[in-house]
């Protein structure tokens, strides 16, 4: 797909964005392999075996064709958590972001980030016919302060907005990547008026920390109840 225009440049100054993580991968600052043994031999083989396969530390010793050591941010409250945004990629990629490269996705509100969460979430259940279960998630909170692509309201992008398909708006963002931008502010898709930021360079997220936590529950229907916890 071409593209007539590149989407205009908007300045962002955005505080308390709302990203939200499965709480097992916010909570742990330890690895999930110390428990398993207090025998230091076999605990440094766990290591080793989970080391080599571990997407974020082979993006932090620059091992990952999508993203460099050199992008990656090191020494800040957080700084795992947002390195693996880039590093864990899903295989076939998500809205702005293909399978070698991941983005800070946040939305500007917790309602527009719990919508998405949910609709991700229950497109699982619906694939194997059971909606039943409970998880917990911790919103990750950050702020920037940067300029972006903007496509909210923007003629020639609505395909970069299509609820079944991610073709179009990988291709975007693989262009804007190319040419050095800094990612996207886009409507979101799953909620009526709310607002997202696909932030494509891990040095933008800043002042990362825990906001409130969720737990969302799906007792024999698609559409999750919510609880603050």
């Known amino acids: ?32 392999l110390a428990p398993l043994s207090d025998n230091d031999d076999t605990l440094r083989d766990l290591f080793d075996l989970d080391n080599a396969t571990n997407a974020r530390l082979r993006g932090e010793a620059g091992l990952l064709p999508g993203i460099g050591m050199d992008e ?60 039943e279960d409970s998880v917990t998630y911790q919103a990750m909170l950050a702020d920037f302060n940067a300029t972006f692509h903007d496509i909210r309201g923007a003629r020639g992008f609505t395909k970069c907005l299509d609820p079944r398909s991610y073709v179009a708006s990988q291709e975007l963002a693989n262009t804007l990547l190319e040419l050095g931008a800094m990612g996207i502010i886009y409507p979101s898709v799953r909620a009526p008026t709310g607002i997202n ?16 936590a969720y737990r969302l529950t799906w007792a024999g229907s698609p559409t999750p109840t919510v609880e603050i916890i």
């Open 72 to 131: 990656l941010v090191f020494g800040l409250p957080n700084f795992r958590i947002i390195n693996a945004a880039y590093t864990y990629a899903r295989p076939e990629g998500s809205r702005f972001n293909d399978g070698e490269r991941g983005a800070w996705y946040c939305a500007f509100d917790a309602r527009t980030a719990l919508a998405e969460v949910s609709f991700h979430k229950t497109v699982e259940y619906q694939e194997i016919g059971r909606f």
């Open 1 to 32: 797909m071409i593209f007539a225009a590149l989407p205009k440049l908007a300045s962002l100054r955005q505080f308390d964005t709302c990203r939200l993580l499965p709480s097992r991968f916010a909570d742990l600052e330890d690895s999930v």
């Open 197 to 212: 930021l696909a932030c494509f360079r891990p040095a933008l997220v800043g002042n990362v920390r825990k906001g409130q």
